[in-house]
């Protein structure tokens, strides 16, 4: 392979990777971590610690690929994204969960700030094992050397991380001027969390109805 299509393909992963983290189950689960009314600092964090996890899932997944030389099962495919699918639909109850404690004045815990940055370091790493991260790492592996294949992996998570940390804290930043928590921010949150289970949902069904067909046969 010559370095001119190296290079292309690489400027592609770049691209690719930031076209990634717009997609729909992505910007779902982030949105209910940043609905928690962070700051844009906090915000932004947030986006940078989806992109690490998801990266870091990545390069493991792919590596594993190009090692063994193998194709991903498509069983293991589904069972990735229908983890993805439950994973929204948590994310989705926990978010109006939180915000109806807030309306309705009820008991509850702040969770503090490191703890929604690693959990949205699993949430990368869970996404980051499924659906067109996959398929990126399958690309990956089409490529000539190691090292090649690397700093492909790498540019893709170097878009996805920007892309969802400049998302991220523009959103945190807009909730952060909005000011007023229970005028402003619960709305805000009851919106992430219904987007959320709704996706969660709709992201599952395909995978739940052909895992649960056969049973039923």
């Known amino acids: 392979m010559g370095i001119e299509l190296i290079v292309t393909t690489w400027l592609l992963g770049l691209v690719s990777g930031v076209r990634h983290a717009f997609e729909p189950d992505h910007v779902a689960a982030v949105s209910t971590l940043v609905a928690g009314g962070h700051g844009s600092r906090r915000a932004t964090w947030l986006g940078v610690w989806w992109g690490l996890g998801h990266t870091v899932a990545l390069l493991a997944g792919g590596l594993v690929l190009v090692v063994l030389r193998a ?4 069983a293991a495919s589904e069972v990735a994204e229908f983890g993805v699918a439950v994973m929204l639909v948590a994310l989705g109850v926990r978010a109006i969960r939180h915000a109806y404690n807030h309306v309705a004045g009820a008991p509850h815990v702040h969770v503090a700030s490191s703890v929604d940055l690693k959990r949205s370091f699993g949430i990368g790493i869970i996404h980051g094992l499924a659906g067109s991260g996959v398929i990126s790492a399958l690309v990956m592996s089409q490529l000539s050397t190691l090292p090649a294949q690397l700093v492909y992996v ?43 289970l709704v996706v969660g949902l709709a992201w599952g069904y395909p995978f739940a109805s052909r895992m649960l067909w056969p049973l039923a046969q």
């Open 71 to 74: 194709e991903l099962p498509s």
């Open 154 to 196: 790498a540019l893709f998570g170097l878009g996805s991380t920007a892309a969802m940390a400049a998302v991220s804290g523009v959103a945190g930043w807009q909730l952060a001027r909005l000011g007023n928590w229970q005028r402003t921010r619960v709305p805000f949150q009851w919106a992430a969390g219904v987007l959320s």
